[in-house]
């Protein structure tokens, strides 16, 4: 059981580059969700969907972009990087907290994407 | 917004019981959570409370209180193990199901 998949694992980019962070989950879970994670800053929420072709804005989302086109795949967009997107990108995915009481919501981490930009 | 605040860093040592505080202040609450970040690895989910209280799960025990904005973690029979970082987030309802973190709390336990 994979979890949550990031690629790339690293990437090294130039000033104005643009890329895409992919993350996928094989849990079958509704919500996922992409942070970033700096020195002194502790993980600060991007975006975030609540379902298939669902996204919405987080606390940081200038900059980015994502999109939900398949209910297991969360895409993180960068369309013109800059040195203040240099940071850990974790990707995290979790099931609805309704229902059972044990269902606390939990999230499950990907291993992270490590973004340098030069 | 929300504001959530814990201690920058932490130091014990082995065999010892430490206490990480969590205050937070949110505009909704749906939950409040704990994990554990070695260095250079993702989060793992600890402890979770949304009602007052406290909850056991083996050496670790989290604790709520949601009138005074306030949450523990505690640690007994520290091991070496243990030294990592430890995040306090909450779920506030304008989030949806996202949690939101605080800025953690680096715990070193020597021997």
């Known amino acids: 059981n994979a979890g949550v998949t990031q690629t790339p694992k690293f990437r090294v980019l130039k000033t104005g580059q643009s890329m895409t962070l992919l993350c996928a989950q094989d849990?079958?879970?509704?919500?996922m969700y992409w942070y970033r994670q700096d020195p002194g800053m502790g993980l600060r929420l991007i975006h975030y969907?609540?379902?298939?072709?669902?996204?919405a804005k987080g606390e940081v989302p200038d900059g980015y972009n994502v999109s939900r086109l398949k209910k297991q795949n969360f895409l993180l967009g960068l369309e013109s990087a800059a040195p203040s997107q240099t940071s850990v990108y974790f990707c995290?995915?979790?099931?609805?907290?309704?229902?059972?009481?044990?269902?606390?919501?939990?999230?499950?981490f990907g291993e992270g994407s490590r973004l340098t930009v030069l | 917004g929300q504001n959530i605040d814990q201690p920058t860093e932490m130091t014990a040592t082995e065999g010892a019981i430490v206490q990480i505080n969590c205050t937070y202040q949110?505009?909704?609450?749906?939950?409040l959570f704990w994990y554990q970040q070695h260095a250079g690895e993702a989060p793992t989910f600890l402890s979770y409370?949304?009602?007052?209280g406290l909850e056991e799960k083996g050496r670790f025990s989290s604790f709520l209180s949601r009138s005074k904005g306030y949450s523990y973690l505690l640690l007994k029979e520290l091991q070496m193990k243990d030294s990592a970082s430890y995040l306090c987030a909450v779920r506030p309802y304008q989030a949806g199901t996202a949690l939101i973190f605080g800025k953690g709390t680096t715990l070193s336990v020597s021997s």
């Open positions: 969907s609540v379902g298939e072709g669902t996204t």
């Open positions: 949110t505009s909704g609450f749906n939950g």
């Open positions: 409370n949304v009602l007052d």
């Open positions: 849990m079958n879970h509704e919500y």
């Open positions: 995290a995915s979790s099931y609805s907290s309704r229902g059972a009481p044990e269902n606390t919501g939990e999230l499950f």
